[in-house]
T-cell receptor, first 113, second 115 residues
């Protein structure tokens, strides 16, 4: 079925380090792909999205490219800040015209000063 | 824009009691989603509505759970009777329309603890 697999956390980095959080999806069609971020005590917020192959989503210094060859949508940021500490979720839409989002397990990121 | 509004933000109840969670979607949004988040199972979709009509309730765990959307600006998720394993954070989300790639906007969640 439709699923998303993202790297296990937690991830701990120092400020200004490079971030990569891996995400792969099951290859049923070309679903829209999303990264959501959840700050402590809050709901999820859309960070970026890509709706077709080779699209690059970007926001707040984060980027992710829709790679159909590797069925991946890895999240990257060149220089993380303490304020980026949060849980990051990769998600895809299910097939068949449904609006159901399938989420990965989430990756907790902690950035230390 | 006030965003998606959920109430209460926190709920503590005893096993066997009825629990009602409430959601007000963003004005003008046609789709509404209820999710449950736990450490063990992650984020799960329970049910979603489009134009106030339930489209898919396959994620509702059992008959103890029910959801309604009597109008475009209000939805409830009810658990009766509640059990300790229902303890979780419940999120409501809305989106402008049922369309490919459309963003879902999440509320702050209701943290439920069933003792």
């Amino acid at each position: 079925g439709d699923s998303v697999t993202q790297m296990e956390g937690p991830v701990t980095l120092s400020e200004e380090a490079f971030l990569t959080i891996n995400c792969t999806y099951t290859a049923t069609g070309y679903p829209s792909l999303f990264w959501y971020v959840q700050y402590p005590g809050e709901g999820l917020q859309l960070l970026l999205k890509a709706t077709k192959a080779d699209d690059k989503g970007s926001n707040k210094g984060f980027e992710a490219t829709y790679r159909k060859e590797t069925t991946s949508f890895h999240l990257e940021k060149g220089s993380v800040q303490v304020s980026d500490s949060a849980v990051y979720f990769c998600a895809r839409l299910t097939q068949g015209g449904s609006e159901k989002l399938v989420f990965g397990k989430g990756t907790k990121l902690t950035v230390n000063p | 824009d006030a965003g998606v509004i959920q109430s209460p933000r926190h709920e503590v109840t005893e096993m066997g009691q009825e629990v009602t969670l409430r959601c007000k979607p963003i004005s003008g949004h046609n789709s509404l989603f209820w999710y449950r988040q736990t450490m063990m199972r992650g984020l799960e979709l329970l049910i979603y509505f489009n134009n106030n009509v339930p489209i898919d309730d396959s994620g509702m765990p059992e008959d103890r759970f029910s959801a309604k959307m009597p109008n475009a600006s209000f939805s409830t998720l009810k658990i009766q009777p509640s059990e300790p394993r229902d303890s979780a954070v419940y999120f409501c989300a809305s989106s402008p329309r049922l369309a490919e790639g459309e963003t879902q906007y999440f509320g702050p969640g209701t943290r439920l603890l069933v003792l």
